[in-house]
């Protein structure tokens, strides 16, 4: 199996942020066994606050907020878990190393949250801008729906509320707005004030755009340009 250059790239970044974590928390065990074990165990509560983060941005809102809290909870419920564990192991319980063992939860958060944030700065084109087949979630009618990026025709903003065309013709009403829409989905293209499009379904003709065949889509004066450029130079 062939190993590409980003995912090599990101190996090594998380070999180095192990490492660095090790460094970090070698004052708190007895040897470099021990903080390096540490450093390693505290890969996963930061991978998980790392892509926690991705996940819970997906929604709006209280949503988001909720999710971004609950992440936060877990990633540091699971540091505390990877440091008793270590300090289980190579101290035995030392009562002499258990004030140093235990470290400030302010600074694990602000060490996890460093590493995440520049994970996300190093790699933010991998891990920021999605494919057509990843999977995107929202609330429709009150029950969470999850989509393919590939299976939205176009998105219609109508008042308070947008609307999500199928391919297969279904629509789906939901209350993000279509300038979160635009965030959330940068490869699809806003040819409109009301309209966000799936550009793989879509043929440019001057001033509308047909969508799969089925139906048209003014481009207004606003976005007439940008959307000449993305079907004229493709």
């Not at 991705?54 to 971004?68: D, I, K």
């Not at 393919?148 to 789906?172: A, M, R």
């Amino acid at each position: 199996m062939t190993i590409s250059k980003s995912n090599r790239l990101e190996i090594a970044f998380w070999l180095a942020t192990a490492f660095l974590m090790s460094l970090i928390v070698r004052d708190a065990f007895s040897n470099s066994s021990g903080s390096w074990l540490a450093g390693c165990l505290l890969l996963l509560p930061t991978l998980l606050l790392q892509k926690g983060i991705s996940w819970a941005l997906q929604f709006t809102h209280w949503r988001r907020y909720n999710r971004l809290l609950l992440v936060g909870i877990t990633s540091l419920h699971l540091a505390y878990l990877a440091i008793t564990f270590v300090y289980w192991y190579f101290l035995g319980f030392n009562s002499n190393y258990f004030e140093k063992s235990i470290i400030n939860p302010i600074l694990l958060w602000v060490i996890m949250g460093f590493f995440s944030g520049l994970y996300f700065f190093l790699f933010r084109k991998n891990s920021t801008i999605p494919s057509h087949s990843e999977s995107i979630s929202f609330y429709s009618n009150r029950k969470l729906i999850s989509l393919k990026q590939n299976e939205i025709l176009f998105i219609e903003s109508l008042g308070e509320h947008t609307t999500i065309q199928l391919v297969n013709g279904q629509s789906l009403k939901n209350g993000v707005k279509i300038s979160e829409w635009t965030q959330r989905l940068p490869q699809f293209i806003r040819v409109h004030r009301s309209f966000l499009i799936n550009p793989n379904f879509a043929i440019y003709k001057g001033q509308e755009l047909e969508m799969n065949g089925k139906q048209t889509i003014p481009i207004s004066r606003t976005y007439k340009e940008q959307t000449k450029a993305h079907f004229l130079e493709k």
